[in-house]
């Protein structure tokens, strides 16, 4: 079973930058494919940006592509995701989740943690 804790989340202004991170810990961590998602009150829950291995592919939501950055380092078990020119509508709750390498869905899920800009 795979345990992920997200850290990293606060409060920041319109343009700023937060650097969210995701410790993994529970199964070989290069066996597993990364994701961040993200979930605004009264949306649905989205892919924001993933990452198969530290070396890609990754793939981003358009709302991220050019401000968010996804990358592993598995000596680590940790995946981060750089947040740079942040939006009020970037303001959700943040997840990682794992899923093992081949298989589509992601069957491991952190506790979240809170992301708000502020305009």
């Known amino acids: 079973q795979v345990q992920l804790v997200e850290s990293g989340g606060g409060l920041v202004q319109a343009g700023g930058s937060l650097r969210l991170s995701c410790a993994a810990s529970g199964r070989t961590f290069s066996s597993l494919a990364m994701g961040w998602f993200r979930q605004a009150p009264g949306k649905e829950r989205e892919l924001v940006a993933s990452?198969?291995?530290?070396?890609?592919?990754?793939n981003y939501a358009n709302s991220a592509m050019g401000r968010f950055t996804i990358s592993r380092d598995n000596t680590k078990n940790t995946v981060y995701l750089q947040m740079n020119n942040l939006k009020p509508e970037d303001t959700a709750v943040y997840f990682c989740?794992?899923?093992?390498?081949?298989?589509?869905?992601?069957?491991?899920w952190g506790q979240g943690t809170q992301v708000t800009v502020s305009s």
């Open positions: 990452i198969v291995r530290s070396s890609g592919p990754t």
């Open positions: 989740a794992a899923r093992p390498l081949g298989i589509g869905k992601y069957d491991a």
